[in-house]
């Protein structure tokens, strides 16, 4: 406590005068894009394909004689093979030796000695203006290559787009979690940029990535001069090659990452040695400020940037640095750096041709491929790449059957390539069942614990499935599969979507959220009620904005889409309610007859929270009164995730709870009467489907029954209330032959309208129709 409280005491002074430097800061940057507005202007991109026959090396060197002596020779090796390659060796005013040491040591490479360190970034400068080829590999003095490193970097200049491309680095050490690989990804979260290098094994060919690290990529000459080479303001060291990286990408040009270019990267260079831990933080800190200083032009981004820079240095001030948040230190040093940071405004602001969000999102596989490559309009067979937030083997709940059934009838007309989301790696083995109608499986462990949102706006089941690491997964497997259809299940996965000029997003609302949870909401108590009623206006407001940015919506029934287009009419033409919600009917055997008995079924993944209050409902006020009539009836409770055995009520042995069972369709044809007794909701329910399809009579209330008829007695009986809902079952159970005719009533219905080979031949056609408009 008394440190913590002199670490504030002493940052108290900075703290009193942020509230003079930090709005500043912030008026300033916002003047200068007024002005800029006014009188600036864009500079077109001049875009040429570089010469790729050679290419020049260039080494900062401060102080690394040590370094070249053991790293140097292998970068000679590799660079032997053509004769206009070259080597140049940057000393930056070392004086331990460096460029002597060169001159005698290694001739046949070329050393441009500064008298004055001009740091990383000046030393580098100076040698893309010294280098005589188009192509400049830029390698930290710590840097071993491997012999064949050269010529995949060159291919990856594959057009007049590509500004830079980036090694695959190791760690010398193969122990060390590789926290380095030159697959970087770049993010704008909580006002400020965040970035990370990925190790992904499935990533083997070129590939975007948000910048090329300046120890390990090879830079198109003249682009890189035309941006400006690094920036001064971010001396001296760090973060230099992420400014230009997204600078490049704001320009329309392609940053790549090419896996077969490898390097070793020894990671004990001469920063490390001659600075504190702490003055290295501090740079950059300030050069993460910087950074949005000159890059970030949207307005509402910059006022974001301001205030959680300001609240995390006021924390930083509370509990201490961290890497992850501003500090009123580094903010008075990015202050001190004001005029130079106007300047880099001005010419990061003259040089974009797309603005922050179309950056961002450039890297990312998905839009990479929408925007720089060209999706064919009408390929002889689609890919399509399936995403499911939950296991869909085995089929323990509803969306389940509908997403397998979809899978298995959709991989005999297209690519299908899945991923899904479990909680535990056993899952997967399940999973094989689907390899012979897909192209590809993967699976995402979901993370545990609950999101934080105290305050959010955003409907807890959304944040629930927010992961990055599916995030990453999804667009690396539109890239390298070169999908042309995305098809997300759920609300919860529509957050992964985005605006796209070719490639087709859709999604199948397995239930209208905002619809499930109003109808929840009259079973609830006061304090419930409350909740409730902020959760339902947290999906209204989410799924309303959501929908619409996807190109075709699926849903369960009609009545669903008719309550989606009562508040979104622009959505018509874009929204079908027959196109998901059925089963493989080929599958279920009928037996319409023979059923004489008195057992009742009940079946449902006890997971989904309308089953768990529909079995309480069923048991409290509907069984007993079906057992005044009906002394012997029986009823079995089937489903994965079960209630305690002990918490039920078992009225003398009628009620058997049997829990998760292999094949419902056994206890399909053994059971007399299948109960459907589901209170809340929206969607169709996969059980009546499957109840109809294999012949045993049922009773449902209307709700439960919706999307599939809303005609009592016609394909199965309905009642919403207790004392009508035991009358039907009693009915069915005195009367075979007309519970009989139902049940083939019932099938003929699954058959023509529900049959899932049927749907997904539509489906698949709507895909075509949808990419075809969007790429003509």
Known sequence: MAAALLRFLTQLPLAVLSLIFVPCSWLALWLTDLLWLAVGRRRPPQDSRPNTASASVVIPNWNGRDL??????SVLTAMSGHPANEVIVVDNGSTDGSAEFVRQHFPQARLLALPRNLGFGGGSNAGFEAASNDIVILLNSDMRVAPDFLQPLLDGFTDEKVFAVSCQIFFSDATRKREETGLTQGWWSRGGLRVRHYDDGQVDTL?????????SCAFDRRKFLSLGGFDHILKPFYLEDTDLGFLAWKRGWKVLYQPASRVWHEHRGTIGKTFSRSYIDGVIGKNFLLFSWKNIHSPARLAAHFFYSWAGALLSAAVGNSLERAS???LFRAFLQLPGALRSRWLARSLAVVDDAEAFRRPMGAYFRDRFETIESHPERLRVLFVSP???CPTTHGGAVFMNGTIRALGQLSDVHVIAMIDDPKEMQAHATLLDCTRSIEFQVRLEGQPKGIGAITPFAIREFRDPELEWMIHRQIFNKKIHVVQLDYTQLGQYAGPCRQL?????????????VARILKSLGPFG????????LRALHYELRLLPMFDEVQTCTEENTREILSFLPELKGRIHHNLRAGIETSSYPFQPGGRAGKTMLFLGSFRHLPNRAALDWFLAEVMPRVLEREPNALLKVIGSDPPAAHIIPSFNGAVELVGFVDDVLQPMLECDVFVCPILSGSGVRVKLLEAFACGIPSVSTYIGAEGLTSEDGKFCRLADDAQTFAARIVEVFQDPEEAR?????????????????RMTRRLEQVYRETLARKTQ
């Open 390 to 392: 939950y296991p869909i």
């Open 207 to 215: 590939f975007p990535c948000f910048y090329g690290g300046g120890g």
């Open 741 to 757: 005719q139902m049940a083939l009533r019932a099938r003929d219905f699954v058959v023509e309208e529900r049959g899932m080979e």
């Open 504 to 516: 087709v997003w859709t999604l199948f609302e397995h239930d209208v959220y905002f619809q499930s």
């Open 529 to 536: 009620k409350v909740k409730g009623s902020m959760e339902y």
């Open 68 to 73: 070249l002596e053991k790293y140097l020779p």
């Open 328 to 330: 009123f230190h580094g």
